[in-house]
């Protein structure tokens, strides 16, 4: 799997050019799940233009209620006609707006009791991994995330430290097989071999075209989830192409 952050860009007519110039490349590949997450007001409009296409939709956030007096937050059910994907507990979300483990997790139960399929991201920050933390963080906030969830069906996990995001300097794909490998073997522990044999773990934190190739070689890995280089057609579609030639 290959998805797009947007992230904060992008306004309605932009997103829509924007896919409008990758649509036609990425419906062409059909080894990968091609994922693209346009910010909130341009979900209606983007999944028009992928409608009938193999390319799939995602939120970059959701909050937990159903509905209610929350003003400005978007609610699952909103979501769950739009479209099938959604980022929770990205990093940006637990710096700027406060996001706790316990939150992740009440989001991610909230998803899934309406089907959506969440795609969790976990990762230290650079102190962390400085103080050799790195496996404690990642294992913690993966326990967190999950408390009492009982089904993992559909769950994808983004493993993304926060030192790698946005910053140019990503991981090596040795580190960030090493840790996804980690993940996997923990889910295992929560749940059983089966479910962490067949979850879908993505590596995120400054994946460019000429990097992929490193991440995608790796054993644990099985895509990537894409920031600043999402927003460029050419250098998306290469990416899923250069995934789809490996997974081949
Ligand atoms: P960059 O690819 O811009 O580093 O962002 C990664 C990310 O946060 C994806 O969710």
Redesign the pocket.
């Known amino acids: 799997m290959i998805a797009g952050?947007w992230?904060m860009n992008t306004t309605v007519s932009e997103a829509t050019e924007l896919v409008k110039a990758m649509r036609a490349g990425l419906d062409q590949i059909d080894n990968v799940d091609k994922v693209i997450c346009p910010p909130f007001i341009s979900l209606a409009s983007v999944g028009e233009l992928i409608k009938g296409s193999s390319i799939k939709l995602g939120a970059q956030n959701v909050y937990f209620a159903e509905k209610g007096a929350y003003t400005g937050e978007i609610s699952p059910l909103m979501l769950a006609d739009q479209c099938e994907f959604v980022?929770i507990g990205?990093?940006?979300r637990r710096q700027y707006f406060n996001e706790t483990g316990e939150i992740v997790n009440k989001k991610i139960v909230a998803a899934l009791k309406v089907g959506l399929k969440p795609i969790l991201?976990i990762g230290e920050r650079l102190e962390e991994n400085e103080a050799g933390r790195t496996e404690e963080v990642v294992s913690e906030q993966l326990r967190s995330s999950l408390a009492e969830i009982a089904y993992l069906n559909s769950l994808v996990i983004?493993y993304?430290p926060v030192w790698?995001?946005?910053?140019g300097r990503s991981a090596t794909g040795k580190q960030a097989n090493e840790i996804i490998g980690l993940i996997r073997r923990n889910t295992a522990k929560l749940y059983d071999k089966e479910i962490a044999r067949n979850m879908r773990i993505l590596y995120?934190?400054?994946?460019t075209a000429d990097n992929t190739a490193e991440f995608i070689n790796q054993p644990e890995i099985d895509g990537a989830?894409?920031?600043?280089?999402s927003l460029k057609a050419t250098e998306f579609l290469s990416i899923v192409r250069q995934t789809s030639e490996i997974k081949k």
């Open positions: 952050n992230k980022i990205h990093s940006e991201c983004a993304e790698a995001i946005g910053t995120g934190g400054s994946v989830l894409v920031g600043g280089a």
